[in-house]
């Protein structure tokens, strides 16, 4: 059974908080993923510090998540959270189950990365509602239009499958929370074709097909994050969540927060499942709640 929920309204302002080294991972460290042009050298150190405390503690709900691809019928609802204890060195845990909950990501999850940003409270700045509840839904547009041009670009190499997105929502520990999206973009092994060569021509034919295949992959994921940059920059973002399926060792999902306009916001951590309804009625069982969608 999943664990029980958090109280939302736990705290009335946001604690200072350093994550203990324990919760950060070198496998999250990328050149790509750090570096951005846009970054401004932040002044006040101390809003910097607030943001990274407030992303760090924060618990994410997502809404109709597709277990197996964008076209599954069947969805459901996870609710994550930051792990703080580390993993013994010979926990081989599965697909990164909590543990207090019995259940596993779903296998679009493991097999994709993710982004996870929004549109509200611009770097940190709190906004009234409605000007947030507008911009979630122009910013919504924007990742309809802007998926549809990135599947219509890679249309003709079938190397990775079209990304797509979900709903997704962040509950601070000071009972607020602020709408956003998850947008997946799924990896493919290349698949292998028999071939009718035999001998060293089809050895070497295979190391260029090799070649060929992951430096589309490369390109492919470099576009999708350079589109997920610039769109959080378009509205003012701070930064944003990159997740993917760590599977060297311990398999875990790692949540990188990647600055966008706010230097100095970058961190690693595991998440895990801290609530899960799969039937379709979340609010009802009282474990997720839904109205943050509302």
């Known amino acids: 059974a999943a664990s029980k929920r958090r109280s939302l309204s736990c705290t009335n302002t946001v604690k200072a908080f350093t994550p203990p080294m324990s919760m950060y991972s ?3 460290s990328s050149s790509q993923n750090k570096s951005n042009n846009n970054i401004s050298n932040a002044d006040d150190e101390s809003n910097t510090n607030k943001l990274k405390a407030q992303w760090s503690l924060g618990r994410d709900v997502w809404k109709n998540v597709p277990i197996l691809s964008a076209s599954s019928s069947s969805t459901v609802h996870i609710q994550t959270k930051v792990r703080l204890e580390p993993r013994p060195d010979n926990d081989t845990i599965s697909s990164s189950i909590s543990s207090s909950s019995s259940f596993s990501w779903p296998e679009i999850v493991q097999s994709s990365i993710l982004y996870g940003f929004g549109a509200y409270n611009p770097r ?26 990135l ?36 990896k493919q092994n290349k698949n292998m074709i028999p071939s009718s060569k035999s001998g060293s021509q089809e050895v070497l034919e295979e190391e260029e097909e090799d070649h060929d295949h992951d430096e ?20 003012n973002q701070g ?9 060297h060792g311990q398999q875990r999902l790692m949540r990188e927060t990647i600055p966008v306009l706010d230097a100095g916001t970058d961190a690693c951590v595991e998440v895990e499942i801290d609530e899960y309804d799969d039937n379709g009625d979340a609010s009802a069982s009282g474990l997720i709640d839904l109205s943050l969608f509302e």
């Open 151 to 186: 599947n219509t670009s890679t249309s003709q190499d079938t190397v990775l499958p079209p990304a797509f997105w979900w709903q997704g929502a962040s509950i601070w520990e000071d009972g607020s929370s602020e709408r956003g999206f998850i947008v997946a973009f799924p």
């Open 124 to 149: 940190g700045e709190v906004m009234p509602d409605e000007i947030n509840r507008e911009q979630h839904l122009l910013m919504q547009s924007d990742i309809v239009n802007g998926l549809q041009q």
């Open 216 to 235: 589309k992959i490369r390109m492919q994921m470099k576009e999708a994050h350079d589109f997920i940059i610039q769109l959080a920059a378009k509205y």
């Open 239 to 247: 930064a944003v969540y990159r997740f993917e399926m760590e599977v």
């Open 26 to 28: 070198s496998s999250c």
